[in-house]
């Protein structure tokens, strides 16, 4: 089991930066992916970027060349930097993690996908 907590969030202009930092605490040992995912009111969560354990990531087209999603084993958190930020990037935010299936089977674990709170993100101008 871990628990995640996100900040960053906050108002920006088009255009403008912002950097998400997510903490996690727990089992840690236990993750293989970490990432974050948005969702707009009334819309499906969906993912923006994710890492693995490796430091390989994944991104959304929608962030693929304004966001950067890195990984800090060290401490368990996970970031994500945003740049060139558009009012449709304006969503919650939601830290994720999952965990390697043999820490869950043997822990008798019932889930290994973990999120946050989520932080708000809005871009207007």
């Known amino acids: 089991q871990v628990h995640l907590v996100e900040s960053g969030g906050d108002l920006v202009h088009p255009g403008g930066s912002l950097r998400l930092s997510c903490a996690a605490s727990g089992d840690t040992i236990c993750i293989s992916n970490m990432g974050w995912y948005s969702q707009a009111p009334g819309k499906e969560r969906e993912v923006v970027a994710l890492?693995?354990?490796?430091?390989?990531?994944y991104y959304a087209d929608t962030a693929e060349g304004r966001f950067i999603a890195s990984r800090d084993d060290a401490k368990d958190e996970v970031y994500l930097q945003m740049n060139s930020l558009k009012p449709e990037d304006t969503a919650v935010y939601y830290c994720?993690?999952?965990?390697?299936?043999?820490?869950?089977?043997?822990?008798?674990?019932?889930?290994?996908?973990?999120w946050g709170q989520g932080t708000q993100v809005t871009v207007s101008s």
């Open positions: 890492v693995n354990n490796a430091g390989g990531t």
């Open positions: 994720y993690a999952d965990f390697n299936e043999e820490c869950t089977v043997q822990h008798g674990w019932l889930k290994n996908e973990y």
